[in-house]
């Protein structure tokens, strides 16, 4: 149980364009949802934590305009890099946890990872 | 404010030898405390975590990490280590002990196994 999906796995796109990457609980329902980023031969780095229904909380330093996150439903978190330039190429991954399942609570499960390439 | 310091950056073991990664957090209260193995490319497994009771605690693949309230301390033990462990793994530590709150991680250590 508590398997967490990612996609897409790797994306390529050009500069200023868009991307979306959907982050999915599988067999759970997840009230908050995590964003990371990771860099290489680094540790995560928390973006946004977003409850289901409401508004995402950006960490410090992170551009709410640029990293939108959507968590309409207790399934499904969205990411969307907006106008992705060079320096926003990284290794994003989500996280799960829910308050909804007493085996479950307390704890972060995470997504396979998308890795976004801005050329 | 809470911190995680993983000492060791990159550590080698021979395949079959014994290995211990070190972890140690800073916090006022004792926190919920995790071990995380991450392949290359991959997102982060959980292999254990502690919240209160037995201080020893058991994992997934063999794995096993002893919570130390005197030294702080979390360290992930494995008697026996296996070509597949070779990863990074993670220390993690959340803050608060209510709902769903942030891990703070440590900047993790590689482990290489060679045969």
């Known amino acids: 149980g508590a398997v967490v999906s990612q996609h897409p796995s790797r994306v390529i796109c050009k500069s200023g364009t868009s991307v979306k990457i959907e982050c999915r609980s599988l067999?759970?329902?997840?009230?908050?949802m995590f964003w990371y980023r990771q860099f290489p031969k680094q540790s995560l780095m928390l973006m946004a934590t977003s409850n289901e229904g409401s508004k995402a909380t950006y960490e410090q330093g992170v551009e709410k305009d640029k990293f939108l996150i959507n968590h309409a439903s207790l399934t499904l978190s969205t990411l969307t890099v907006t106008s992705a330039h060079p320096e926003d190429s990284s290794f994003y991954i989500c996280?799960?946890?829910?308050?909804?399942?007493?085996?479950?609570?307390?704890?972060?499960?995470f997504g396979p990872g998308t890795r976004l390439t801005v050329l | 404010a809470q911190s995680v310091t993983q000492p060791d950056i990159h550590i080698t073991v021979s395949e079959g030898a014994s290995l211990e990664l070190r972890c140690n957090y800073s916090?006022?209260?004792?926190?919920?405390l995790f071990w995380y193995v991450q392949s290359p490319g991959q997102g982060l497994q959980l292999l254990l975590k502690y919240f209160s009771g037995d201080t020893l605690v058991q994992g997934i693949k063999g794995f096993e990490a002893e919570f130390k309230r005197s030294q702080s301390s979390f360290n992930l033990r494995k008697p026996s280590v296996h070509w597949s462990d070779a990863a990074e793994y993670f220390c993690?530590?959340?803050?608060?002990?209510?709902?769903?709150?942030?891990?703070?991680f440590g900047t993790g250590t590689r482990l290489t196994v060679i045969p």
């Open positions: 996280s799960a946890t829910t308050l909804l399942d007493p085996g479950l609570t307390d704890t972060q499960y």
């Open positions: 993690a530590v959340e803050a608060l002990q209510t709902g769903a709150n942030n891990l703070f």
């Open positions: 916090y006022g209260a004792t926190p919920y």
């Open positions: 067999d759970f329902q997840a009230t908050t």
